[in-house]
C-alpha cells in the first residue's frame, strides 16, 4: 500500500475514533437554542392568547410577540461531539449547565421555578398595563408560600391575604418580615388574614372580601449562620383584584421573560386603533407592576428566532442591549426599552413610520 494511501487511511481511523470516543465522553455543559415565538396579539392551539371579559377591546393587527428559548433539560448528559458542535452552531449557545441549572436543581425544580414566574410575570403584566391606561387596580399582600413544617404549616395558607400583623397595617410584602423579626424566637405573632377561599370568591365577583380572622403564631428561630431572627415560615407576596377579567392563555412556557409584551397586547386591546401599525414586532423582557422593565437570559437565541419568524423591530431590555447588539440578525432592527412608557413611544414611532425616532441598542448599550 503506497505510503501516502497509508497515512491518510490511518489519519481517518483516528479521527472516527476520537468521534467514537467523543460520543462517550460526557462534558458539564448544556444548550441554548431559539423557541418558539408566539403572537400575543393573535392565537395559540385555536385559542386567543389574550382574552379579555367585561371590558370593551378592539381589533387589532400586526405582531406583539413574545419569544422564547430552548434549552437541554437538567438531566440531559450532553457528549463531547454536541458541545463541539454546539460552539462551531451560529444559532446556538453552549454554556455551563450550572449556568442553568444553579445548585443542582432537577428538572422538576426547575420547571415548577418556571411555571411559578412565568404566573407571577401575567400578573405584572396586568398591573403594567392597567396602570398604562389609567384603570385602577386594587392590591393585596398575600402569603405565597408556606414552608414544610414551619410553625406557620396549617395555620396559614398560600392565598390568604395578611391585613395586618400584631394589629399593625401591612401594605407591602417586606412589611410582613420587618413586623415578624421585631420578636425574638418563641414568642407569639397575630396576623389578621383574609382566608384564601373568601378572596378568590371575592375576586371571581369583582368585589372586596370583608371577613377576616386573627390567627396566632409561635415564632421559630431562622436558619441562619449565628443568628437569632424570628421567623413564622411565610413568604409574602403581591396579589391584585382586577376591574375586569383577562386571562392569558398559553402553555408549555416558564420562566418572566414574557411580561413586557403580554403588558402590552393588553394596551393594544383595550385601546382604539393598532400600536404596531401592522408591522411585525417582537420582544423581551421582565416587568414589574410599576412598568420597569428588566433583562433576560438568552437574548441572542430570541434575536434570531423573531428574525426567523418574520420580525422587523425587536423591543430589547435597555440592560441586553449591548450583547444583543454584538450580533443581531439582518434585517432586525433592536430597540432599547427600559419601561413601558418607552415600549409605547417606540410602538407609535414605528406605527406612524418615524423610524429615525427610535432608541436603538449599540454595542455599548
Known sequence: MPRRTATMLASTLILIALLCAGVFINVPYAEMSPGPTVNTLGDHDGEPVL????????????????????????DYNMNLVEAVYGWLAHDNKVVPHDTLYPDGKTEEQSTQENAEEFSQSQESAKVAALKELDIPVKSWVIVSSVLKGSPAEGRLHAGDVIKAVDGTAVKAPGDVAKLVTRHKPGDKVEF??????????????????????DV??????????????????????????YPFTIDIKLADVGGPSAGLMFALGIVDKLTPGNLTGGKFVAGTGTIDDDGKVGPIGGIEMKTVGARDKGAQYFLTPKDNCAA??????????????????????ALK?????????????????
Open 51 to 74: 382574552q379579555i371579559s367585561g371590558h370593551k377591546t378592539y381589533p387589532t393587527t400586526g405582531h406583539l410577540n413574545m419569544t422564547t428559548v430552548r434549552v437541554t433539560s437538567a
Open 192 to 213: 389578621t388574614i383574609v382566608p384564601a377561599k373568601d378572596q378568590a370568591a371575592a375576586q371571581k365577583e369583582h368585589t372586596t372580601a370583608t371577613t377576616t380572622k
Open 216 to 241: 396566632t403564631i409561635t415564632t421559630t428561630t431562622a436558619d441562619d449562620k449565628g443568628g437569632e431572627r424570628a421567623i413564622v415560615g411565610i413568604s409574602a407576596g403581591t396579589d391584585h383584584t
Open 324 to 345: 444583543a447588539a454584538k450580533d443581531t440578525p439582518s434585517g432586525l432592527t433592536l430597540v432599547k426599552v427600559n419601561t413601558i412608557d418607552d415600549a409605547m413611544s
Open 349 to 365: 414611532a414605528i406605527g406612524a413610520g418615524r423610524t429615525s425616532d427610535l432608541p436603538r441598542c449599540t454595542a455599548k448599550g
